[in-house]
């Protein structure tokens, strides 16, 4: 297979805009799959790796939210086939000791594999007039009308769902769903609440419907999210920016506290306050990217005799080839209404779906590729 000609939107310095330009893309692996992309989610990891807080070296195509058609596949991929309709999810090795488990969000070559910019024999897919830009961002770099990308980063989905609505659930819906349904298994009638009701918070929030809580609460700062969480799932809201959450759970709870907790920001006041609304045996979920070396002090005293859990969770410890097909199906059936979030960008205003999504004006932009 020749050098191909693509579109793609390039992250080439640290805190500055995405440029939109024409680069090459090489010959497939034989371990990848050439993917016509149709849209690819902008998710807050693109934004914290663009501003240089995560390592990607950069110039380089992010985007880890793809879904497209299969065009080519390599001599050695085994479970895709030309013509099939993949959304893109998170790379792993296959092979260290936590993929054999099935624990692949957990691979232990997992900063190498998603973040390393190349792949494992050294190389990039992607250069502009004879310079190397960092590809294979996930596994796949979806910023861009076609990718190679690793046969771990493909799962096939049914041809029958919209393409274009898709490629959220590679991620971030993954990770907010996942962190419900496979970590924290809340049992029907428990109470549960979510700290940042963007794509993770919301995707969450329905996981929590959809596991049978009855009391599922949102908390976050823009009122227009939390009137969405209600419309998806959430019983109670609580805008924290002018109201005290641990007294307003406090009495949701008739003085209990919640059984679960997930927040999504990673911000320490808000891990902190997190843990304070739990009940006794409760559990605190983290899903937020938080920048290295941030930390996060617990009060010992009062929580030793509460006897709650912490626990961090990546990609929601899902399987994606298990697991999105399962989110596909939810979503068919209307248990799992993810489209009410997505707003539409194209290539060229994908500036703006950042800009639009930091400002909480929409909650799961989506770049729509052809």
Not at 157 to 170: F, Q, S, T, W
Not at 209 to 216: D, L, P, Q
Not at 237 to 247: F, G, H, K, L, M
Not at 333 to 358: A, C, H, M, T, V
Request: hydrophobic share 40%; with cysteine.
């Amino acid at each position: 297979m020749a050098t191909t000609t693509i579109k793609a939107a390039v992250a080439r310095n640290t805190d500055a805009p995405l440029t939109v330009e024409t680069l090459e893309l090489d010959e497939l692996k034989d371990n990848e799959v050439r993917v016509e992309m149709v849209s690819t989610g902008i998710c807050h990891t693109d934004a914290i790796v663009r501003d240089g807080i995560y390592p990607t070296p950069l110039p380089a195509v992010l985007g880890h939210e793809g879904a497209g058609v299969v065009t080519s596949v390599g001599k050695t991929v085994k479970h895709v086939s030309v013509g099939d309709h993949v959304v893109l999810s998170a790379a792993y090795c296959g092979a260290c000791k936590q993929c054999r488990a099935g624990r692949m969000a957990y691979c232990e070559n997992l900063f190498a594999e998603d973040f390393g910019g190349r792949r494992r024999d050294g190389s990039t897919s992607l250069s502009c007039c004879g310079e190397p830009i960092s590809s294979h961002f996930f596994g796949q770099s979806s910023f861009s009308t076609y990718a190679n990308v690793v046969e771990e980063s493909v799962v096939v989905i049914d041809k029958d769902v919209p393409l274009e609505l898709m490629g959220p659930l590679g991620c971030g819906l993954q990770t907010g769903a996942g962190a419900v349904l496979n970590e924290i298994k809340p049992e029907a009638g428990s109470s549960l609440v979510v700290f940042g009701v963007g794509a993770v918070g919301s995707a969450a929030i329905m996981a929590a419907k959809v596991a049978g809580c009855t009391t599922v609460i949102a908390v976050d700062i823009h009122d227009s999210r939390l009137e969405l969480a209600l419309d998806i799932g959430a019983t109670h809201v609580i805008n924290s920016s002018s109201r005290d959450v641990a007294e307003e759970i406090k009495m949701m709870t008739d003085g209990e506290g919640v059984q679960y907790a997930i927040d999504t920001t990673a911000i320490p006041a808000v891990t902190k306050k997190a843990a304070e609304t739990l009940g006794i045996r409760g559990v605190l979920v983290l899903v937020g990217a938080a920048a290295p070396g941030t930390e996060v002090p617990f009060e010992v005293g009062a929580s030793l005799v509460k006897g709650w859990t912490f626990k961090t969770v990546v990609q929601g410890s899902s399987i994606p080839q298990e697991f999105i097909p399962r989110l596909v199906k939810l979503w068919k059936q209307g248990r799992f209404p993810f489209d009410k979030l997505i707003k539409f960008y194209s290539l060229d205003d994908i500036n703006q779906g950042f800009e639009d999504s930091k400002k909480g004006v929409v909650i799961k932009p989506v770049v729509k590729l052809r």
